[in-house]
């Protein structure tokens, strides 16, 4: 019918427009793609093209549904556990953030790929999500740092990606029913009952993800936020301090940010012992943000503990769960996580709300933590916990991102307070080796 109705606009256009093309074949381009209405003549070749890509692609999910959606990017067959994202901008970031590793995103947000790929906004060296899922993919780019498109983009990074799927619906889902192992599949070979049983048979809980996305040996890193790109008035401070940073996943933005902050950074592997680490005598410790179950690392939560209580320490996102259950307390999977750059969170300490980036799926349960630990951020959405301190071993830590990318700034001055309790911890180391020395002096007198 739809054929019909089409081909029937053309001949009327042609009937009441003496400038109109008699070709029986009536060129048009239609969303920046040049393509041929249906075929009018008889014993033609052109097979009938039309202006539009027919569904070539399926998100199966575990509960048996099937979402009939069309390809951009990679071909293949991918599983993963799918996750709704609800930020307005920043997909790039979104893409390149190592804490989405095994996991299949799904943009809230409508219309997707306007404004390109660009240069500046990768988090990381590559794509680590399993796929991406989108409503509309917009064909053309519009913005002054564009060097590619995002179907270009998710090609060369043999990313997966399906759009003109109801992603409404599925966030609805999501939110009902919690976070669902799906696949998604460009492979007409594959029945969807096989399909249903791959989603079935995956499971993302237990798994240690952080391993594939950690650096494999410890470097250095210097780059500092670009001064086009600064939003801090306050600038950096005269003093440097020396922090080793964990990265299980870590985002560049966080060291970006740390080095604005004026620190000298040294970046870890996961796996890197604290002896070594403590060899190195840093001012402060950061454990960063990483994908996956907080419970299936437990060489990261003996390492926390070893380090716990002997420098500052920096939780963030993987690295708050970590240091929740290195203090005793335990994490647990929350229904469908939180993931997007429009959280809003109660700083306890000074009543003020902050809207902040997040991106996880566990949470640090405030109830099994020991007498000492103070929660200080909750999240307004549901209550759960957002931020931890424990003056007395000088750690503190945040379930979301104070160095956004993407999102808001409102938390940028998380950054600001790990360098005060660095330097509150150098102060007292220095005054403890002078009350040593006036010792030892004493007692050779």
């Known amino acids: 019918m739809a054929t019909k109705a089409l081909a029937l606009a053309v001949t009327l256009s042609d009937l009441t427009n003496p400038f109109a093309s008699k070709s029986p074949h009536a060129a048009a381009k239609v969303s920046g793609y040049e393509t041929l209405f249906h075929c009018m003549c008889e014993n033609c070749n052109c097979n009938g093209e039309r202006p539009w890509k027919n569904s070539d692609a399926r998100l199966v999910l575990e509960d048996g549904s099937i979402w009939k959606a069309k390809s951009f990017g990679a071909s293949g067959t991918q599983v993963g556990e799918v996750v709704f994202n609800t930020s307005l901008t920043g997909y790039q970031e979104i893409l390149t953030d190592p804490s989405y590793a095994g996991q299949f995103v799904l943009m809230t947000n409508p219309h997707i790929g306007n404004t390109g790929i660009n240069f500046d906004d990768e988090e990381s060296i590559r794509c680590f999500l399993s796929g991406l899922v989108i409503r509309s993919l917009s064909p053309s780019t519009s913005n002054w740092r564009c060097v590619k498109t995002l179907g270009d983009y998710l090609i060369e990074r043999n990313i997966m990606g399906i759009y003109d799927v109801d992603t409404r619906a599925i966030t609805r889902r999501l939110r009902e029913d919690g976070s669902l192992i799906g696949v998604l599949s460009t492979d007409n070979s594959k029945t969807d009952e096989e399909l249903i049983q791959m989603s079935k048979s995956w499971d993302i809980v237990g798994i240690d993800l952080i391993s594939g996305v950690s650096c494999k040996s410890p470097h250095e890193w210097v780059d500092t936020t670009k001064q086009e790109w600064e939003f801090s008035s306050n600038g950096g401070p005269g003093e440097t301090f020396h922090v080793v940073a964990y990265d299980f996943g870590i985002k560049h933005n966080i060291l970006r940010r740390l080095a604005s902050y004026g620190c000298k950074i040294t970046v870890v592997p996961s796996t890197w012992p604290a002896s070594e680490t403590l060899k190195l005598k840093p001012d402060g410790v950061l454990f960063s943000n990483g994908p996956g179950d907080p419970s299936a690392v437990p060489y990261a939560v003996e390492t926390v503990k070893n380090i716990i209580g002997k420098v500052p320490v920096f939780g963030i996102c993987m690295g708050h769960q970590l240091l929740g259950q290195a203090l005793g307390g335990k994490t647990f999977k929350m229904k469908f996580g939180h993931h997007g750059g429009n959280h809003p969170v109660r700083n ?33 959405n549901d209550g759960s916990c957002a931020g931890l ?3 007395a071993q000088k750690v503190m830590s945040l379930q979301y991102h104070p160095e956004a990318s993407p999102g808001p700034h409102d938390s940028d001055n998380s950054f ?6 660095m330097k509150q911890g150098k102060n007292k180391t220095a005054k403890e080796n002078l009350h040593q020395l006036q010792a030892a002096h004493a007692l050779d007198a």
């Open 416 to 421: 600001r307070e790990f360098v005060e309790l």
């Open 389 to 391: 301190a424990f003056p």
């Open 348 to 380: 306890l300490r000074t009543t003020h709300v902050e809207i902040s980036s997040q991106n996880h799926n566990y949470a640090v349960d405030p109830a099994t933590l020991p007498e000492g630990v103070e929660v200080t951020h909750i999240n307004l």
